[in-house]
């Protein structure tokens, strides 16, 4: 099982804002381990979105951001588009199991 | 085009074997961290293995002792040799490139840049 927990779905109308949280614990982000974010549309493999934290990769929309806190971070997707449903996933390093991991995942539904 | 496309997957019994391959283009596997990342039905994304480009691998408990990741610089594909698959190995298989960077303590940071778009192995009798 993930070590890294997020709520199992949000929601929101067209052009909201929404968040999705990723928690983690001391061997992994309460480590100082940075935090990326992955989109996975229906049927399709994930594809990064954020990397390093707050980073967005070339073509990815500035409607995404990404922060990081103590032992948690946050995905906000504003302006909130249908073409956004998909399920996001964070990841980090946890070093008292040695490898990379992810979290549980969250389904983004646009009302 | 920058790509990855694997194969291999299908249908195995239980303690069977089976080698998934993953073929690049527009970039060397030889030069670049790669990884194997799968998802079981209806589930989240979990980290398999991972071969540097230094050839130091390392793999998921889950798997450790069963699996084998490699590659074929002259083929640009990275492999992956699963033995003794079980009912829980059942999962879509999806290569990846790793990226990485160094953070503020001077450590490597890894993520993932880019998949393929997977490859089914189901496990069942």
């Known amino acids: 099982q993930s070590v890294l927990t997020q709520p199992p779905s949000v929601s929101g109308a067209p052009g909201q804002r929404v968040t999705i949280s990723c928690t983690g614990s001391?061997?992994?982000?309460?480590?100082?381990?940075?935090v990326h974010w992955y989109q996975q549309l229906p049927g399709t493999a994930p594809k990064l979105l954020i990397y390093?934290?707050?980073n967005r990769p070339s073509g990815v929309p500035d409607r995404f951001s990404g922060s990081k806190s103590a032992t948690s971070a946050s995905l906000a997707i504003t302006g909130l588009q249908a073409e956004d449903e998909a399920d996001y996933y964070c990841?980090?390093?946890?070093?008292?199991?040695?490898?990379?991991?992810f979290g549980t995942g969250t389904k983004v539904t646009v009302l | 085009e920058v790509q990855l496309v694997e194969s291999g997957g299908g249908l195995v019994q239980p303690g069977g074997s089976l080698r998934l391959s993953c073929a690049a283009s527009?970039?060397?596997?030889?030069?670049?961290?790669m990884s194997w990342v799968r998802q079981a039905p209806g589930k989240g994304l979990e980290w398999v293995s991972v071969?540097?480009?230094?050839?130091?691998?390392d793999y998921a408990d889950s798997v450790k002792g069963r699996f084998t990741i490699s590659r074929d610089s002259s083929k640009n594909t990275l492999y992956l040799q699963m033995n003794s698959l079980r009912a829980e190995d059942t999962a879509v298989y999806y290569c990846?490139?790793?990226?990485?960077?160094?953070?503020?303590?001077?450590?490597?940071?890894?993520?993932?840049?880019?998949w393929g778009r997977g490859t089914l192995v189901t496990v069942s009798s």
């Open positions: 390093a934290n707050t």
């Open positions: 001391s061997p992994n982000i309460g480590a100082g381990n940075d």
């Open positions: 527009g970039f060397t596997v030889r030069s670049n961290d």
């Open positions: 071969i540097y480009s230094g050839d130091t691998t």
């Open positions: 990841q980090s390093y946890d070093s008292s199991l040695s490898g990379r991991v």
């Open positions: 990846a490139r790793e990226a990485y960077y160094y953070d503020s303590r001077g450590y490597p940071v890894y993520y993932f840049d880019l």
